[in-house]
Nanobody, 124 residues
Framework: QLQLVESGGGLVQPGGSLRLSCAAS????????IGWFRQAPGKDREGVSC????????AYADSVKGRFTISRDNAKNTVYLQMNSLKPEDTAVYYC?????????????????WGQGTQVTVSS
């Protein structure tokens, strides 16, 4: 009943762009902070970006600052991650997650609901 579904992943060349979407079903996102996380094979899951319930506050990992932009459209019950100037090291499965409280720490423990992930591969 409470689900998050990521979409928009795919294969892109270095320097290219992708826009990921995180859509909610079974609940509305307007009361939740949303985080984007990623996990590469053999590596720990890391926080990428997060946004407060109203979109006023955002945070980014140092590795993606200036390249990624998080946004949300609560009317569409969707959160986005615009990824520009992609690098091979951005290759990972990207997950969105919803939590009751916003935190700029990008800590996964703060989130209650998780999507299944979408694969992003950056390669020439």
């Amino acid at each position: 009943q409470l689900q998050l579904v990521e979409s928009g992943g795919g294969l892109v060349q270095p320097g290219g762009s992708l826009r990921l979407s995180c859509a909610a079903s079974g609940f509305t996102l307007d009361g939740y902070a949303i985080g984007w996380f990623r996990q590469a094979p053999g590596k720990d899951r890391e926080g990428v970006s997060c946004i407060s319930s109203r979109g006023v506050s955002t945070a980014y990992a140092d590795s993606v600052k200036g390249r990624f932009t998080i946004s949300r459209d609560n009317a569409k019950n969707t959160v986005y991650l615009q990824m520009n100037s992609l690098k091979p090291e951005d290759t990972a499965v990207y997950y969105c997650a919803a939590g009751t409280y916003y935190s700029d720490s990008l800590a996964p423990i703060a989130y209650d609901y998780w999507g299944q992930g979408t694969q992003v591969t950056v390669s020439s």
